[in-house]
C-alpha cells in the first residue's frame, strides 16, 4: 500500500483555534491518506476534540483550512463523513431504528435505503432484535453501538471518530475493527481519536500525537517507532551490572541481570557480546522496538 | 436532497408528537370538554317542551287557540295540546290526574291558569300576551276603535350610537376564545420545541444532525413541524367549536365568526412562527431541561402579556397595540371581529408581524446556532450573541 492510501486524502493545514486567551488548537497539520487508520491520541485537553470538530465544520476555524483532496471542504462534503462524537447522544425516547433511519434521511440517503444500511449494521452488532426498543431502554455498550452504527451506515467517504471504542467490551471492539477495517479498505481515510494507546498501536497505521494543542509527532507508526535510536535489551545468568564497565557503548538502563544497552556501530555491539559470554549464561539478547507508549511519552513530555 | 432536510426534521417532529401519548390525550381531551360543553348548550336549546291545556267553555277554547299561536310562534319547539273537558269539575280533574299541565278558565275580570302545583312561567308570558291582545281587540271594537289607534306612538325600541350591541358581544366572547387558542396553543407547543431543542442539547445528538445538515434547516423544520401540529390542532378545536355552535341558539352568529377566523389563522401562522423562534432559543440557551423555566421565563411573561392584552385593553392602547407584533397577532384578528378594524389596516399589521417575524427568525438563528455546541451550564443573550461561531 503507498503511502497515499487508494483513496481520498483529508488534510488539515495550519489549523488554529482560541477559546478566549485559551489556545486549543495551534497551527494544527497533518494527513489522514485513505484507506489507512489513522489514530489521534493525546492527553485530556490536548485538544484532540477541538480539532476534530474544526474538520466536521462544528467549530469555525480561526486560521488555516480543512482539504479534501486538495479541495478545501465544503459543508456537501462533509455530510458525506461519518462522524461520532465524543459526548455521545442519541433521542433517548425515540426507538433505535427509526432516530438511525432519520439520521440517514439527514445524510442524503432514501428512507429505503437507510432502513436496509440500518438493519444490517443492526445485525451485525447482534442487536437485530432491539431495533425497535427505545434508546434508553438499551445498556451503555449498546447505545455506543448504535451510535457507531450512526457514523458507519451512510457508506462515507470519511469517518471522524472521537473516542469509537471507550466503553466497549472486547468482543465488540473485535468486532468495531472489522467494521472499520471493511471502511478503509474501500479506499476511505479513518481519523479516530484514543486513550488506549495499545489498541492505537495494535490497529493503527499512521499516528498523530497532539499535546497542549501542537502536534509533536504525526506519520506512519512504523516511521515512528524506527525513528529513535536502536537499543538492544541483553539479559545474563547473573548480575548485568558490569556493563556500565564497557567502553563505547551508552547503558540506558540496569535492572538486575537486564541491561537495556545502545550502540554506536556493529563492532561495539560484536563486543560486548563476546564480553558477555566470555562472563557466563546470556539468556537473551535481541534488537528492542520502542512500545507506541514510550514514544508517546517522549514526545509528549 | 439538501433542500428537503428541513422537512425531514418537520416529519420527525411531527411523528414524534402524534406518537406521544400526553399529547394526543391532551387533545383529545380537550376536545371532549369542549364538544362536551356545546352538546348541554345543544341539548337545551333542541329540547322540545309540550304544554297541555284544558279548558271548560268554547270560549275558553277559543282562547286556548290563541293561547297555542302565540306560544307555537315564540319558539318552534313548542307545541300546545288542547282539549275541552265536559264542565269545570272534569276539567279541574284532569290537572289534578296530570293529563294536563293547566286549566284555562275564565275568573273574576280576567282568566286564569290553574295548574296542579305550579304553572310553567314560559307558557304564562305566551298566555298573558295572548290572552290581553285578543281581549283588547274585542274591547277596542266595542269602543269603536282599534288596537292599532289605540297604541299609535307607543312603541319603544332601542338603538345603540357606537356600533351593533349584539355584535360586539359576540366578538368579545368569541375574541376571548381565540385569544384563549393562541395563548394555549404558543405555550404548550413553546414550550415542547424548547424542550425538544434541550433534549437534543443535551444529548448532543445536535453534534451529528448539524455536521449532516445546517443549523437554519433543522430550526426551520422543528418550528414548520410544530406550527403544522399547532394548525391541526387549533383546526380541530375551531372545526369543532363551530360545528357545536350551528346546533345551539347561537347559530346564527356562525357565519360571522367564521369570516374573522381565517383571519385569525393568517395572523395566527405569523405569530406563532414568530414566538416559536424564540422558544427554540430559550431551549438553546439551556443545557439542562431544568434550565428552560428559567431561559423561558421572559417567553412565558410575554406570551401572557399578549393574552391579557387580548382580554383588557381597550380604545387607544388596543388600536396601537393591535399593530404591534406579537401583540398584532390576537389583537388585530379581534379588531376585525368587532368591526372596528378596515381590511387595510388588518393588511398593514400582517406586513409589520411578518417584517418583524423575519427579523427575529435571522436573530433567533444566529443565537440558536452559536448557543448549540455550548455546553457549560445556561447562557445569557448576550453570552450566545457574542460566542463565536
Redesign the interface.
Known amino acids: 500500500m503507498d503511502d497515499s492510501g487508494h483513496g481520498s486524502l483529508l488534510e488539515l493545514d495550519g489549523l488554529s483555534r482560541s477559546f478566549g486567551d485559551l489556545r486549543a488548537v495551534d497551527d494544527v497539520s497533518f494527513t489522514v491518506p485513505g484507506g489507512q487508520m489513522t489514530g489521534f491520541v493525546g492527553g485530556n485537553g490536548a485538544g484532540k476534540t477541538t480539532t476534530m470538530?474544526l474538520v466536521?465544520?462544528?467549530?469555525?476555524t480561526h486560521a488555516g483550512e480543512v482539504r479534501w483532496n486538495g479541495e478545501p471542504m465544503t459543508?456537501?462534503r462533509?455530510?458525506r463523513?461519518g462522524?461520532?462524537?465524543e459526548?455521545?447522544?442519541?433521542?433517548?425516547k425515540?426507538k433505535a431504528l427509526d432516530q438511525l433511519v432519520?439520521?440517514g434521511?439527514?445524510?442524503?440517503m432514501t428512507a429505503a435505503a437507510a432502513k436496509a444500511a440500518v438493519l444490517d449494521h443492526l445485525e451485525r452488532f447482534g442487536l437485530a432484535d432491539r431495533a425497535g426498543e427505545r434508546v434508553e431502554k438499551l445498556s451503555l455498550g449498546n447505545q455506543q453501538r448504535v451510535q457507531i452504527i450512526?457514523?458507519l451506515m451512510t457508506s462515507p467517504d470519511a469517518l471522524i471518530l472521537d473516542e469509537p471504542f471507550s466503553g466497549l467490551d472486547p468482543q465488540a471492539v473485535d468486532s468495531m475493527v472489522d467494521l472499520l477495517r471493511e471502511h478503509t479498505a474501500r479506499g476511505v481515510p479513518v481519523l479516530f481519536s484514543s486513550h488506549q494507546l495499545e489498541l492505537v498501536e495494535r490497529l493503527c497505521d499512521r499516528l498523530v500525537v497532539l499535546s497542549k494543542g501542537r502536534v509533536v509527532a504525526s506519520g506512519a507508526v512504523d516511521e515512528l517507532r524506527g525513528a529513535g535510536p536502536e537499543r538492544y535489551r541483553i539479559t545474563v545468568g547473573g548480575d548485568a551490572g558490569w556493563v556500565r564497565d564497557q567502553p563505547g557503548i551508552h547503558v540506558h538502563d540496569v535492572d538486575g541481570s537486564t541491561a537495556l544497552l545502545e550502540f554506536p556501530d556493529s563492532a561495539a555491539r560484536q563486543a560486548l557480546l563476546r564480553a558477555a559470554l566470555d562472563r557466563g549464561d546470556v539468556l537473551d539478547f535481541a534488537r528492542q522496538v520502542p512500545a507506541l507508549s514510550e514514544i508517546y511519552r517522549e514526545v509528549t513530555a | 436532497?439538501?433542500s428537503t432536510?428541513w422537512l425531514?426534521?418537520a416529519r420527525?417532529e411531527i411523528i414524534?408528537k402524534i406518537t406521544d401519548r400526553a399529547f394526543l390525550f391532551g387533545t383529545l381531551g380537550l376536545v371532549v370538554i369542549l364538544a362536551g360543553a356545546l352538546g348541554v348548550q345543544a341539548f337545551f336549546a333542541n329540547q322540545a317542551t309540550e304544554y297541555a291545556v284544558v279548558t271548560s267553555s268554547s270560549a275558553g277554547y277559543q282562547i286556548g287557540e290563541q293561547v297555542r299561536t302565540v306560544a307555537e310562534a315564540e319558539d318552534d319547539k313548542t307545541t300546545v295540546s288542547l282539549s275541552e273537558a265536559p264542565g269545570d269539575a272534569a276539567a279541574s280533574q284532569v290537572v289534578k290526574d296530570g293529563d294536563a299541565d293547566v286549566w284555562l278558565h275564565e275568573g273574576d275580570g280576567g282568566w286564569v291558569l290553574t295548574g296542579k302545583d305550579n304553572v310553567d312561567s314560559g307558557l304564562t308570558i305566551a298566555a298573558t300576551t295572548a290572552i290581553r291582545d285578543a281581549v283588547l281587540r274585542t274591547n277596542a271594537a266595542a269602543a269603536g276603535t282599534s288596537v292599532e289607534l289605540l297604541q299609535r306612538g307607543s312603541a319603544v325600541s332601542t338603538s345603540i350610537l357606537d356600533g351593533d350591541a349584539e355584535r360586539a358581544g359576540v366578538a368579545k366572547a368569541v375574541g376571548f376564545a381565540l385569544a384563549m387558542l393562541f395563548y394555549v396553543a404558543s405555550l404548550t407547543f413553546g414550550i415542547a420545541l424548547a424542550n425538544s431543542v434541550v433534549?437534543?442539547k443535551?444529548?448532543?445528538?445536535?453534534?451529528?444532525?448539524?455536521?449532516?445538515?445546517?443549523v437554519r434547516e433543522l430550526l426551520a423544520g422543528k418550528v414548520m413541524g410544530n406550527l403544522a401540529l399547532a394548525l391541526a390542532q387549533m383546526a380541530l378545536f375551531v372545526g369543532v367549536g363551530l360545528i357545536g355552535l350551528t346546533f345551539t341558539d347561537y347559530d346564527r352568529f356562525v357565519p360571522a365568526i367564521s369570516g374573522a377566523v381565517g383571519w385569525f389563522v393568517v395572523f395566527f401562522v405569523v405569530g406563532f412562527g414568530l414566538l416559536s423562534c424564540l422558544w427554540a432559543v430559550a431551549g438553546a440557551l439551556a443545557t439542562r431541561t431544568e434550565d428552560v423555566q428559567s431561559t423561558s421565563m421572559p417567553l412565558t411573561t410575554l406570551t401572557m402579556a399578549v393574552f391579557f392584552a387580548a382580554l383588557f385593553v381597550d380604545g387607544t392602547v388596543k388600536t396601537v397595540l393591535s399593530f404591534v407584533p406579537p401583540f398584532s397577532a390576537i389583537l388585530m384578528p379581534i379588531r376585525v371581529l368587532e368591526g372596528s378594524a378596515p381590511w387595510w389596516q388588518a393588511l398593514a399589521a400582517l406586513a409589520i408581524l411578518v417584517l418583524a417575524a423575519g427579523l427575529v427568525v435571522q436573530v433567533a438563528a444566529r443565537l440558536y446556532q452559536r448557543s448549540l455546541?455550548q455546553?457549560q451550564g445556561r447562557l445569557s443573550l448576550r453570552q450566545a450573541w457574542a460566542t463565536?461561531?
Not at chain 1, 56 to 60: E, Q
Not at chain 1, 87 to 92: A, F, M, N, V
Not at chain 2, 202 to 214: F, G, H, L, M, N
Open positions: 470538530r466536521m465544520g462544528l467549530l469555525a459543508a456537501a462533509r455530510r463523513i462522524y461520532m462524537p459526548e455521545r447522544g442519541l433521542y433517548p425515540q432519520y439520521l434521511e439527514l445524510s442524503g450512526a457514523a | 436532497m439538501k432536510a425531514t426534521v420527525r414524534t433534549e437534543e443535551a444529548s448532543r445528538i445536535v453534534e451529528i444532525i448539524t455536521t449532516k445538515i445546517s455546541l455546553t463565536p461561531e
